[in-house]
């Protein structure tokens, strides 16, 4: 177990955390989803005693993280191995060994990390000439082999694309689903990543926890609109409503009529939605309509979304198997109610999926 008690700390002008309190347990991955920066890495520098925090105390197991052996703290970075003159072989051997393995036993888990980590064809080569997707398997292979207590994971598919990025991807998942007794932190800005590799989910938003729990139900439930912004990619669709002289007012000024039975709060609130449930033909009929103005097309993760914009606000919607809009287009968008977020002035998520008693 890994736990933070009361910890605040700054890396360089950023800060990383205030004043958090949190516990990771072994037996399942934690994923740490906050945006990618200085602070997420001084994050997990914090998390690997490489840095002490400034308040508060890390504690792993019994001891202070500052105690543990290196050889049970293992930190996978961005990028993979580092591209060495040295067999791959090598490499892995070398991990084994720091992990209390004599040589001849070495030697066989050479071949079972290799093996797990999709790796056992490359053995030979030399890391300078394996390519990003075969290094990133190597560290993989090597914390197979060492077996560390807490496995600290930063961004591993920064710079995949494409099937390599897919592949590795359902590799990690299955690979860190089976660290029974190893403590596992997973750090990325990816929500796409934090379905997949799943287990308990932390968002980290301004150095604080905004939400945690499982990771699906984090994702699909944000509590907040922090949360909500963290937990989408592409960015979230938002249309800020305030109440104005009688009536409900976009941000432009223009009158907006919400749709009957939403549970809206007084005074205003945010609409919200993401881009792949915002959809060009309408599924049922109580889904909430949008008009919106084309503006073309973006492709964001490998995906083409449309490029709209609605009272001033530029959203991007799932593509039309016509094309992307036309620029100046009008046409219309509609979300599902399940699929539509409503937060207070707060940002606290109400139920879109309720009508409001006095709609009813």
Known sequence: MLELTGVSHRSGRDAVLERVSLRLEAGRPNVILAPAGAARSGLLRLLSGQEKPEKGAIRFGSQDLGKVRPSDVMYIRKFGAEATGRKARAVIHQAARRGGMNSRLADVEVIRAATAAGLSGQLERKVKELDLEARIRLQLAMAAAQKPKLLLVDDPLAGLEGAARARL??????????????VIVYATASPEEARAIGGELVVVDRARIAQ?????SVLDHPRDLATARATTQPALNIVAVAWQEGVWRLGDGSTFAPPPGLPLPEGGFSLAFRAEHAQSTRADERALRFLVRGQGGETHGGVRYAKVSFAGVDWLVAASPAGDPAPGVMLNVFVDRAHAMIFDAEGVAIDASTPSRAAS
């Open 169 to 182: 991807l359902v590799d990690l998942a299955a690979m860190l689903s089976i660290g029974e007794r190893v």
């Open 212 to 216: 945690m729990g499982a990771a699906a």
